[in-house]
Each structure stands twice: as C-alpha cells, then as structure tokens.
C-alpha cells in the first residue's frame, strides 16, 4: 500500500519536477527577452567609514534610490575602513555582508582568486558603453578576464600647490613642463624659505606616490607595471635612475620626512609653508572643510614629462568601485545593488546627497564640476595609461612589508640604494607564489 | 612636656631630605605615567581646525566641551556599552565560577595528576592571543558550518564569551588555587569528617571563604575584558554587536581621522574602568598580590 503511495507520489513529483522545469525554461527565456532579471531579497552592505562621515550618507542615499526602484531592501552597516581592510580574508571567510566600496587592482583580483568575491561581469557588461574600455580593462582580473569589482570612481594623482602661495612667489606651476623646470620651481620655492617639495613618508606609503610617477615618467607604464609583478628587475640601472631622480629631489624636502604622515605633508601646504606636494587629490575635502577660500586655492598639474619617449602619459589614478562577497546571503542581490551603484540612477541618486568624486561612469554629467574637479578631470585626461597606486598594482605582502621600508630608508640613507635595490630584490624572490 | 622624645636633629633633617629625594624620583615617574592621560584630555578639549591651522604644539584659540559632544553622538555609545556588558557579564560569572572549581578540586583533592592539571590550565596563560588568532577563527567556523549555522559561534556574543573564558580561566585558577593553599586544611578535614559531599564542601565550605579574591578577581576580569578589542574586532562580523572599544573606531574616517574628536571618545570609554578602579581600589591591589605569599 505505502509502495504503490510512494510510486505514485514519486511519479507525481518527477511530473511536476518537469512540468516546473518546462516553466522555468519558459520563464528564463522570457526574462531573458525582457535582458532583465528580477532580484529579490534583503541585501547587506557594508560602509567603510564611520556613520557620520559623508561617504556614509551618500552610500546611504545611493542605497534608498536602490529600495525604491526594486522593493529590495538594503541594511547598511558602517565599518573602520582600516580594520574591514586587514581583515577583509577573514571577514569575506566569515559571513560578509553582500556588497561593500572596494579598490580595483591587486586587492581585488587576489582575493577573487582566491574564490572569496562574486563574478560580476554580467553587471559591468549591462553597464556597456558607459564604461570606458580603460575603466573596465582596469576592473578586469587577469588570470581568468572577468570583473570583480564595478567600477564607480577614482582621483588623480599629481602636483597640488597654492595658487596664492606661487603667486606670492611669481611662479606658475602650470608652465613646468620638464624634470629641469620642476627643479627649478622647487629651487625658487625653497629660495624663498619654504619647501620645496613636500614629503611626509611616516607611514611608508606616501612616497610611493613619488615612486610611481617617475618611474611611470622615466621607463613607461609598461616597465613600471611588470616591475611591480616581478617581470622586471629592482636591480635593473632604470630603477636605479628613479631612485637617482628621487635622490634629486631630497635637498628641496622638509627635513622631517619620515617624521611626519600625509596628514603632516597635508599641513604643510594648509599653512602656506610648502611649495608642491605630490598626493592624491582626495584630501581637498579637508582644504574645503577648513573654508572654501582654502578650497578655491588649491590646485593640481600633471607630473612633469621626464622622458620625451612617455611624455606625459601615465597617472596614478586609484579606481574604487562596489564588489561582492561570495559567500555573502545573497551575492545575485550583491551583484544587482553594484550594478545599480554604477549606473546613471545610482550616481544621481549619490550626487544628489553631495557626493563629489569624479565618477567613471560616461552617464555622469561632468558639467556641475567645480573648478577644481573639473582640473582633476583635465589631468585624468592627460594620461593614456592609468595605474592604480603601488600598493593596489603589486601583492600586498610585497608593498607595504618591503616596498614602504624601502623607499623610508633611501629617504634616510641615499648612499645605501644598491643595497636597498639588492634587498628588495631578493624579498621579491623570497616570497611565496600566490 | 616630659615625655618628649628627645630626637637626634642632625638624623631628621637627614631623613627629611632622603624622603623629599624619593618624593621627587616617584612623582617625577608618576607624572610620566599621568602624562598621556593628562595630553589626552588636553587633546579633547581642542577643535580639530585649531590643530590642522596652527599645529599641535600651538597655544590654544579655542578650548571647549564639543568634541565630547560630538562623539557622544556619534558613537551611538549606549548600544556599545550594552553590547559589552552582555559579553562582561556572562564571562566574568563564567570565569569566577569555573575557575574556582578546577582551583578546588588540585588544592584540596590530591591525586596524580593535579599539579600537571594546575599547569596545564595556566599554561595557556603563556601563549600570545594573537597567535591563535587564526586557529581559533577556523574552528569557529567549521564548527558552524558542521551544525549548518555559521553564525554559531562567530559573529556571536556566544562564540566571544567562550574565547574569553577559555583564556582567562586559567589566570583564574592560578590565583585560587594559590590563595586555596593559604586556607587551612583543617576546616576541609572537618567539612569532610562531618559528612560534607564534594560539592557541598565546594560551595558551602571553601567558596564563602573565597570571597575576597573572587572580588578582586572579578574587578581586574571585568577591566580586561571591558578593554578587549582584538577578539570582538576579529570574531564579529557586525559592527552593531561590537563592544565599547570597537565604538572607537567610529570616531575614524577612511582617510582623515580628527585625533581631537578621538581623544574625547577615549576619555568617555575609559571613564567606566577609572571610575571602577578609584571605587575598587583596595580589591584591585589585594588582587595583584593575591596568592603571591603561599602558606
């Protein structure tokens, strides 16, 4: 009796099995013709930054547009940038939240390697045109050529200076267009009992910033990248000329170097004592939260042309976007909460709540840029090749533990470079393959 | 009067000067030990704009109460300070209770095994936290993952008491079972001869006499554990379970951090353990002594 019951509601099962298949087959092709796939359920996203930062509202906001246009409701937390980032191996073995702001580069595509992110080139290829060919050649992991990361936006890198403070100086950054005339800008600044060139390489990345552009400058973007993935050697006579440019640049320094941190460096043009900086133009909030006088007067140029054979065209220009966790709940409702991140609807919706990053995407529209901004977009555009920063372009157990120390004591100790090349060298050797 | 003591002048000048030369060595040590707390304060009471125009060693434009205002708000402290007691609590029970048991049972009972027992509890005692760091957060997960729930143990109030006891109950069971030694083996003879079960002589007989190093032990317990931040940092995974400490961490933007704005949070969060330490003081030091003369 419970055989023949058995037999019957196994049969009745298969037969709803396929008649279930038929309709999701059905289904499938359906939305598939509609080319849009409805996601549903809770996401979780996490902020890195504190809640009362402005990032934190803006996501926030991004993230409400997100609610309102597909009924899925997203829970945001706010986390310590710092400690999501050391911790990120752990957090994502763990149980991550779906989405999260993440930086494009090694940090990504190590880590999508390692199976702990969501593939999400299916978003990145519905966001189409709107990306440039380089902003997704940028994204794009290349061990297996698919997207881990949307990206959203990104800042230059480059000279920052007062207008006021090279006024004052009659000088006008904006015509050094070669190494000779940045050396002599320095000289006039330093003539003057400022500094010339302002450093503060406390925390070991901040010269990196240096590092990069004049080997960018120097030997290209191509050298400089296999350099940074061990196809090149540290001990080759082109880095040696970096550093020997860098060494260059030393007696225009504040003494304090390796005293002091961004933030140092940062005061040191706040309070008008220094000439040009090279940094990220993300610290302009801070210029602008000390008033926007301060704000007004700050402006960025393009590393001078070193080599004529590279011009000008290289940048660092580290590039953030939204990427998922694979192991989160829900990575399908991830994904499609990146995908709205990145696209026009999702960009209003954050630059409705203030957000001033200079976004990738082609749908933004540029015209509402402050001068500033709109500088910022003008160096960007200078460049042909865009790299990432040292530390997003290279593994994370070589950058910061033997790339930072290195550059820290050629700034103590120029004399010692062979041997810091040679070291270098030697841990780039050492260290395990991925 | 006739009955002053006729002293020797010449000795207590010289005393006085020996006394006035220690005075100086300690308050000039004591003034190093206060000198962060006291910049801390300093700190709180200064706008970040004050420092970012004219420098940290600037004088002061500005001194206020805001920063303490600020973070306040920001913190969403209630939440955190809940957060913590729901782990403090719990451990320090937990901790007292089981400490107290195995310090028992090698300082009363004697078998084989009970000094290897006593070393094995406090050997771990010995080993760095952070050394177990990641050990410890695969066993949390595949624990989870073998009862079909990652959420267990980790990214769990649950999972962070269990830490917490585990490393701490050996210090416990060290300075009990030292200050069980120091009580009279008679009165346990005389529990035991008038018919006292085990557990009975535990919890009527030793544990009453137990009471002031369960005391001091439970203050410095509750100190370190409201400290922690490594472990909460590490094995929750959402921010809205963290502790106190973690609530810090809010005051920190991604790139730009206000040290002033910080300096206020961390006077507020370190108010509880100065306050617990000024009111408890006599426990805290018998505590760092306890069990350190054996009878």
């Known amino acids: 009796m419970s055989d023949v019951n058995n037999g019957i509601s196994r049969r009745s099962v298969l037969k709803g099995a396929a008649i279930g298949g038929a309709g999701l087959v059905a289904g499938g ?123 959203t936006t990104y800042y230059p890198w480059g000279l920052h200076y007062r207008k006021s403070t090279m006024q004052e100086l009659g000088l006008n950054p904006e015509s050094i267009a070669t190494w000779d005339d940045l050396i002599k800008l320095c ?41 940074l993935n061990g196809k090149e050697q540290w001990t080759d006579a082109k880095v040696v000329e970096v550093f020997n440019h860098m060494g260059e640049l030393i007696p225009f320094m504040n003494k304090n170097v390796l005293d002091i941190s961004w933030d140092g460096m940062r005061d040191l043009l706040l309070q008008k004592k220094c000439g040009a900086m090279m940094m990220g133009s993300w610290f302009a909030n801070d210029f602008l939260a000390k008033s926007q006088a301060d704000y007004d007067d700050l402006w960025i140029v393009p590393f001078p042309e070193i080599n004529p054979e590279h011009g000008i065209d290289s940048i660092d220009a580290p590039l953030d976007g939204i990427s998922v966790a694979a192991n989160g709940k829900n990575p399908e409702g991830g994904a499609d909460l990146a995908g709205f991140l990145g696209s026009k609807e999702g960009i209003d919706a954050a630059v409705a709540a203030g957000d001033t990053n200079i976004y990738i995407s082609s749908d933004f529209d540029t015209s509402s840029y402050d001068a500033f901004n709109k500088q910022k977009l003008a160096v960007l555009g200078a ?29 103590k100790n120029p004399k010692d470079l062979t041997k810091i090349l040679e070291s270098t060298q030697a841990q780039w050797d050492a260290l395990p393959a991925l | 009067m006739s009955t002053t003591i006729v002293q020797n002048k010449e000795y207590k000048n010289k005393q006085k000067t020996k006394d006035n030369f220690i005075s100086a060595i300690i308050g000039f040590f004591a003034f190093v030990w206060i000198f962060p707390i006291l910049w801390t304060l300093w700190t709180s009471l ?53 400490g107290s048991l195995i310090a028992f049972v090698v300082s009363r009972y004697s078998f084989r095994f009970n000094l ?17 760091y990641i050990p410890v957060f695969w066993l949390y997960i595949k624990i989870g993952d073998l009862f079909g729930n990652r959420s267990l143990l980790y990214n769990n109030y649950f999972g962070i008491i269990l830490i917490h006891v585990a490393f701490q109950v050996g210090f416990a069971t ?71 400490t973690s609530a810090l961490r809010q005051l920190q933007g991604q790139y730009i951090t206000d040290f002033n704005l910080l300096a206020a949070g961390a006077s507020i969060v370190a108010a509880p353990t100065i306050i617990l330490f000024l009111v408890l003081r006599k426990q805290f030091v018998s505590g760092l002594t306890l069990g350190a003369t054996k009878g």
């Not at chain 1, 400022?194 to 901040?206: N, T």
């Not at chain 1, 120097?218 to 990248?225: D, E, K, P, S």
């Not at chain 1, 530390?391 to 004591?409: E, L, M, N, W, Y």
């Not at chain 2, 018919?195 to 509750?222: D, T």
Request: aromatic share 12%; proline share 4%.
């Open chain 2, 174 to 244: 060290f300075v009990l079972s030292s200050y069980m030694k120091t009580v009279p083996k008679e009165i346990s003879e005389s529990a035991i001869l008038d018919g006292c079960s085990v557990f009975r002589h535990y919890w009527n007989v030793m544990l009453p006499l137990l009471r002031p190093p369960l005391a001091a032990l439970g203050v410095l317990m509750s100190c370190w554990i409201y400290n922690d931040f490594f472990w909460a940092l590490i094995l929750m995974s959402e921010d809205s379970k963290r502790p106190v």
């Open chain 2, 116 to 132: 290897t027992l006593l070393l094995f509890f406090t050997a771990g005692n010995m080993l760095p936290t952070i050394a177990t």
């Open chain 1, 187 to 227: 000289e006039a600044t330093q003539k003057k009992g400022l500094v010339g060139y302002a450093l503060g390489d406390k925390g070991g990345w901040e010269a990196m910033g240096t590092f990069d552009i004049l080997n960018m400058r120097l030997n290209g973007y191509q050298f400089h990248i296999d350099l």
């Open chain 1, 29 to 151: 092709s359906l939305l598939a013709g509609c080319g849009k796939k409805q996601v549903t359920g809770d996401v979780h996203f996490t902020i890195r930054g504190n809640l009362s930062d402005a990032g934190a509202k803006i996501a926030i906001a991004a993230n409400d547009a997100y609610t309102k246009k597909t009924g899925n409701k997203v829970i945001s937390q706010a986390v310590n940038s710092d400690d999501f980032q050391n911790n990120f191996v752990q957090i994502m073995q763990g149980t991550p939240d779906d989405a999260f702001g993440w930086m494009a580069g090694w940090r990504t595509n190590a880590r999508a390697d390692a199976g702990l992110l969501a593939d999400v080139s299916e978003q990145v290829k519905a966001l189409g045109s709107s990306l440039s060919a380089a902003a997704i050649q940028g994204a794009t992991n290349p061990s297996d050529g698919k997207q881990y990361i949307i990206p």
């Open chain 2, 46 to 98: 200064r706008p970040y704009n004050d420092i970012i125009s004219y420098g940290v060693f600037s004088w002061p434009r500005n001194l206020n109460l805001d920063n303490y205002f600020q973070a306040f708000r920001v913190m969403g402290l209630t939440k955190y300070f809940l957060n913590t007691l729901y782990v403090m609590v719990p451990s320090v029970i937990l901790i007292l209770f089981l």
């Open chain 1, 383 to 411: 460049a042909k090749n865009i790299g990432f920063f040292l530390d997003r372009d290279t593994r994370g157990d070589f950058a910061g533990p033997v790339v930072g120390p290195a550059i820290q004591s050629f700034l």
